[in-house]
């Protein structure tokens, strides 16, 4: 059973799920940093959506991320 969050229109309640991340201090600055260089500035969740679909699409077209 799906809980639904008071604040979601009951159209959207079974096509999207709310996540609580944990990100590292050094994460949310870089996104940020982005988040300022992009056109409009969209809101934070908005541009973490925007760069997991980036990465999950290079992923799939077989880029390897860098690891540090």
Known sequence: ???QEKW???KLANKVKK???????E???RIDAWRGRQ???PNASL???QLLEWAL???DAGGKPKRK
């Open 1 to 3: 059973m799906i809980v």
């Open 8 to 10: 979601m229109p009951p």
């Open 19 to 25: 996540m609580n991340l944990i990100l590292p201090d």
């Open 27 to 29: 994460l949310v600055k």
């Open 39 to 41: 056109e409009g500035v």
């Open 47 to 49: 541009a973490i959506r």
């Open 57 to 59: 699409d290079a992923a």
